[in-house]
């Protein structure tokens, strides 16, 4: 069983189809899927569809290419959403210096403050890091709770810093890609620390590179981390998800 643990299934991108796509899904052995928040209305979207599915867990949280829009109203907002029990991490959010879509201050404070909300809830948190590695380190040996680096594609600054607070490293279709560079990083990360996901409906693997990412897909990013470190991908399969159960809580035991 493999479980996808970063999926934006409430983008519009997926309402033609969407139980299509779960279908699909659970012919691929996808047993579980984390479906992210990226703003207030995207996370009150998969609250909503989450609780309809066994088999499908929620996030919350603000983006920071949405930072900007982060206010004393929006903390309120996810911090009823985190005490739901479908709503099983905070996230995503973090910081991109690619974009710059928000300042990069607002960024910082959104992610700061989001790290507190997620502490106080005991639930992890789902960051995204783009271009902003030393600040993202920075930010990550303050967080004191259980932290999953989405999408993993940083330096070694943010490894080491994620390897010391025994972060969880989420890969995806990137590794895929002929462009994919950080293998150091996918041969080293400790197998209990493993996460694969596919954040459809972008970042499709090869080779649906370019079409709409969805669950079913997370098979071949399995397939290419065990390719890449040299282990049966039963064994990716079995290990990502225990991790993703230890992680993110019983309800990861419920299949779709
Ligand atoms: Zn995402």
Redesign the pocket.
């Known amino acids: 069983m493999l479980v996808d643990a970063?999926?934006?299934l409430g983008d519009a991108a997926f309402d033609p189809d969407r139980d299509a796509v779960l279908a699909r899904a659970r012919e691929a052995g996808v047993g579980h899927v984390v479906v992210?928040g990226?703003t207030l209305a995207e996370s009150d979207r998969a609250a909503a569809l989450v609780q309809a599915h066994p088999g499908l867990s929620a996030t919350a949280g603000v983006?920071p290419h949405e930072a900007r829009h982060w206010s004393a109203a929006a903390a309120v907002r996810l911090r009823d959403l985190l005490a739901l029990p479908e709503v099983v991490a905070l996230g995503?959010t973090g910081l991109d210096y690619h974009y710059d879509h928000s300042p990069r201050d607002a960024q910082r404070r959104a992610f700061e403050a989001q790290l507190i909300l997620a502490r106080e809830a005991r639930k992890p948190v789902?960051v995204?890091a783009r271009e902003a590695d030393d600040d993202v380190a920075a930010l990550l040996r303050g967080a004191d709770t259980p932290v999953v680096l989405?999408?993993f594609s940083s330096g070694p600054g943010v490894f080491e810093a994620g390897m010391a607070i025994a972060a969880y490293f989420s890969f995806s279709g990137m590794i895929t890609f002929k462009s994919w560079t950080m293998t150091d990083a996918l041969t080293a990360c400790p197998p209990d620390r493993l996460l694969v996901e596919t954040?459809g409906p972008?970042l499709a693997p090869v080779p649906h590179r370019g079409k709409r990412n969805e669950p079913a897909f997370v098979r071949f990013v399995a397939e290419a981390v065990a390719r890449s470190r040299g282990e049966p991908v039963e064994s990716i399969g079995q290990w990502t998800t225990d991790n993703a159960r230890r992680l993110f809580g019983a309800r990861l035991a419920t299949t779709l």
């Open positions: 970063h999926c934006h992210i990226a983006h995503e789902v995204h989405h999408s954040d972008y």
